[in-house]
């Protein structure tokens, strides 16, 4: 299990920790821990959470579309400008810190300031999200670039190999450890904050948190981060797991 792993696992049970206490200190549910596992068991049990427009299956697709598509769309803008940067060695900082600026901005707050400029829709959350993802993205190509041990990229270069070819077959090959925790990164980022959507009239998970805490469903609040949260470590799996297959066999130590 890689660093990475082992602190979005704590993070995330931590998070569902304090939830599930502030819930049900918000609705006078101190004390009754068990009634509540009862509660939350019988909703993830009820057929009626698993049909419809409202149901499990239906919200989690709606979940991984958002996620999907930003961090595809963040991973198509940042991963070029991270490798290339890297591979140059020139303007990564001033990329780096210009990235970051999406880490400073509160993904909430941009959500509703998009929302106002353009109006409801799906815009203002994949905005939001990409806007999330790309940091780690940038940060993490253009670090592992920039590790590639200059003495190989000499010995690419004295073998005849083109710069292309260089940077396809000697320095991703590398770097991609590197740039994959960085993926791996910001889509557990996403997967976690894509609950947003629902402040904004969207659908997928975070319509379990927003209408359970209207309405002071306590179990349909922790179903659904406790959905949340298995996603997102899925997700950190599933990449590590892709990493795997694609990373040179010459690599792997």
Partial sequence: MSGAGVVWRLTLVAALSCLVVGSASALGLEGGSANIVGQVWHWFVDPAHWQGVDGLPHRIGQHIYYVAVSTVIAAALA??????????GRGGLIAINIANIGRAIPSFGLIILMFLLVGFGVIP???????LAIPPMVTNSYVGMQSVDPAVRQSAAALGLTRWQR???VELPIALPLIMAGVRTSAVQVMSTATLAAYVGLGGLGRYLIDGLAQQQLAQVVGGAIVVAMLAVLTEASLAGLQKLVQSPGLVR
């Fill in 167 to 169: 940077l396809w077959q």
């Fill in 79 to 88: 991963l070029p400008v991270g490798i290339g940067l890297g591979h140059y």
């Fill in 125 to 131: 959350v994949l905005v939001a999200l990409v806007a």
